[in-house]
């Protein structure tokens, strides 16, 4: 029987409460109704008075997750949608985020934020904001593509005692599955993983377009074209060492997000590997984003709006013909 992305979630989320009674969930409807898209389902009745429904407040949802952390608590706060966390954006970067650096107290908590597009989700449902929060020091960023790190990747983000923002991409909620869930394994936020080897040009990417990514390559394979392809997993600490060790062997670096390219990860990439990496490249490193607006509500404008499969496969082609 083969476990989804969201139940890899929920199963992560189930342990962390068996195993330390410190944990707790918070965040609205996560209790009754089981969260909005059910990721919480069952477990306020599992375990009594540790999945709490928050008022619909997400400033007072981190604020009182950071009181709670500072007690020995180890808060995870849901997010309905990533976007509606502007609202507690002042908790998370100037508390959260700058706790122990003005105290030396640790704020152990974990924001779960449901992010990314789904046909017809619309501006206000569809953000990806993991570039934002990435720019402020102290927190964790999180970007899991597979079952096996959405689940791994949680349970890491519940055992350190820094704030972590994990960022769980709602497209692939039901749509990824794998056959188990891993018994044994080693926490490793800030390690890439190399999903695909190649010879000819290196892609790194994360969350939902990994797997374009790596249809792209599958594509591009029958043209005798051999594609890298690199999963950062976190996005902050990024592995700056595979990505290098990558570019190294292939000679060209094309960095792929569905996030918006003004200050984005895809950019720090680029950047990075143009600074410390530039001997390394056959042809000017590539970025490729989502356009430069909001999301949109009709689902064939959307797919025109991030990086598509066939768009990943001509840029490749055009960076190769330079």
Sequence with gaps: MSVTYLEAIRAAQAKALRENPNVYIYGQDVATYGGAFKSTKNLAKDFPGRVLDSPIS?????????????????????????????????????????????????????????????????PFHSQC???????FPGLIIMTPATVEDAYTLLLE??????PVLF?????????????????????SAGKARIHRPGRDLTVVSYGVTLYDSLAAAAELEKEGISIEVVDLRTVKPIDTETILHSVANTGHLLCISEGWPWGGVTAEV???????????????????????????????LWLAHKPSIGAIAKKIREMLDW
């Excluded at 904001?129 to 720019?135: C, F, G, N």
């Excluded at 709602?170 to 599955?177: A, D, G, I, S």
């Design 58 to 122: 997400e400033d007072a949802m981190v604020g009182s997750a950071i009181g709670a952390s500072l007690e020995g608590m180890r808060p995870i706060v849901e997010m309905q949608f990533a976007d509606f966390s502007a609202n507690g954006f002042n908790q998370i970067v100037n508390h959260a985020g700058g706790y122990f650096y003005r105290t030396g107290v640790s704020c152990p908590i974990t924001i779960r934020m449901p992010s990314g597009g789904n046909p017809g989700s619309g």
């Design 129 to 135: 904001l993991e570039s934002v929060y990435a720019h």
């Design 157 to 162: 983000a519940i055992a350190i005692d820094d």
């Design 167 to 187: 960022f769980e991409h709602k497209f692939l909620y039901n749509r990824v599955k794998a056959e188990k869930l891993p018994e044994h394994f080693s926490f």
């Design 270 to 300: 680029v950047a990075r590997v143009a600074s410390k990496g530039f001997h390394l490249l056959d042809s000017p490193p590539e970025r490729m984003n989502s356009r430069d607006t909001p999301v949109p509500y009709h689902p064939d």
